[in-house]
């Protein structure tokens, strides 16, 4: 019999939705828990929350909702350009950097042309191309640190490669790309190839490893670099990022953009807290000490980890149990059942790792103090070991994970 469903695309149809990090209302809900006592550390997210300049800007905004938003940002172009010296027509705003990405694969994306990304790179990549039917090609990470490999990128451009997607710092690897190797990678790609930089962590950076990005936006027409708000500006919830291109490029994605794509909550908070400097460093260094303390913290369990440039960390568990392949799921559902958040990485072909997100000295003990009954449960767990997740996720406290907390 007919049905909507055989009009639907077959390359919608072999979409995997993207799989968010496990929010702190469910897991308390799920596991019998006060909301205040689940520490969630999944979505690399700011543990400081907003910038109090963003906050107050936003209240303000508040007052004026019955209004649609500024649809072209006047205000918060300004502010970036004011900050980085850009010129507002080479800026588009975003309902998060995601919301960049995805106006990437609309505008330069097609059936019958290739989308390139590392394996273990931003899972937004793959989902915003499979959804106007693109090819993914993935290359395989450099095996030291799971990151990019330029070079093998470099060979499998073809005629039909139209989008380069990078992440500098990646997630979820939390690898890095020097400024001369990404340059000089830029600088050879065909004028025909957009590249996708994706500087969503960049603010996590040293002064040494940071890099002019929007100057080769300048250099390079085919370059696009996307930023978010979410990460060291604190304001995921509010959804804000931005791109920055060639006025051609930039004039392109206008053409796909919703017209209010950014609510006014969002354009004024962002707008403030660009210029909170204080908060931004407070952020950056408060990331340092959590990740040095987290390190430290693993280390003494005799656990191994990559180095990361970004606010999280992909820990190594594969020495931990190695007969068991999803090492990372079963130590993220022991971690649950003690009311920690982390992110399994499975689903980025990591079934190994684990990623968790730095948060504040609290929470990063949290996870630290629940993390040998984890590993525990790991050593004494198989390929077929019971797992610790309650039985449904709407279920109140199972017996299985009372037993577990008691
Ligand atoms: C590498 C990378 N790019 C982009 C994003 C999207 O961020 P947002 O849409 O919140 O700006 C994320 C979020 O985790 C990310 O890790």
Redesign the pocket.
């Known amino acids: 019999m007919a049905s909507l469903n055989q009009r639907v695309p077959s390359y919608l149809k072999a979409i995997a939705p993207y799989q968010p990090g496990k929010p702190i209302a469910d897991i308390a809900r799920a596991y019998g828990f006060q909301e205040d006592q689940v520490v969630k550390l999944a979505?690399?997210e700011n543990p400081l929350g907003m910038s109090p300049k963003g906050r107050e800007a936003m209240l303000e905004a508040a007052a004026d909702l019955g209004r649609y938003p500024d649809g072209n940002g006047f205000a918060l172009k300004q502010a970036l350009s004011k900050k980085f010296g850009l010129d507002p027509a080479t800026i588009t705003l975003?309902n998060?950097?995601?919301?960049i990405?995805e106006l990437v694969a609309h505008a330069f994306l097609a059936p019958g042309k290739e989308s390139l990304m590392s394996d273990h790179s931003?899972a937004?990549y793959a989902l915003a191309s499979q959804a106007v039917g693109a090819t993914i090609v993935s290359v395989p990470a450099k095996p030291d640190d799971l990151g990019h490999d330029l070079q093998g990128f470099k060979q499998r451009i073809t005629e039909k490669t139209s989008v380069v997607w990078i992440?500098n710092p990646?997630?979820p690897t939390g690898s890095f790309i020097s400024a001369a190797e990404l340059e000089a990678f830029i600088a050879e790609l065909p004028a025909t190839v957009l590249v996708v930089l994706?500087e969503?962590?960049t603010e996590y950076l040293s002064e040494q490893d940071s890099y002019p990005a929007f100057e080769w936006a300048r250099r390079y027409p085919n370059l696009l670099v996307?930023r978010?708000?979410?990460?060291a500006y604190g304001l995921?919830g509010l959804?804000?990022?931005y791109g920055v291109a060639s006025a051609e490029v930039t004039d392109l994605l206008n053409r796909v953009r919703q017209p209010f794509n950014v609510n006014s909550l969002a354009l004024a908070a962002a707008s403030a807290s660009l210029f909170d400097d204080e908060f931004l460093t407070r952020s950056a260094a408060l990331n340092r000490q959590g990740m040095e303390q987290i390190q430290k913290g693993i280390q003494a369990l005799g656990v191994g980890w990559l180095e990361s440039w970004g606010n999280f960390l992909l820990i190594d568990l594969r020495a931990v149990q190695p007969d068991q392949p999803q090492a990372g799921q079963k130590v993220y559902e022991a971690l649950l059942s003690k009311g920690v958040i982390t992110r399994p990485v499975a689903n980025y072909g990591l079934a190994g790792f684990l990623r968790v997100s730095i948060g504040t000295f609290d929470e990063n003990q949290s996870f630290l103090k629940a993390m040998p009954f984890a590993l525990e449960m790991l050593r004494g767990s198989t390929d077929s070991g019971s797992s610790l997740a309650p039985a449904s996720s709407t279920a109140s406290v199972s017996s299985k994970t009372a037993a577990v907390r008691a």
């Open positions: 979505s690399n975003g998060g950097s995601n919301d990405l931003f937004v992440a990646n997630n994706d969503a962590y996307s978010s708000f979410s990460k995921a959804r804000v990022g």
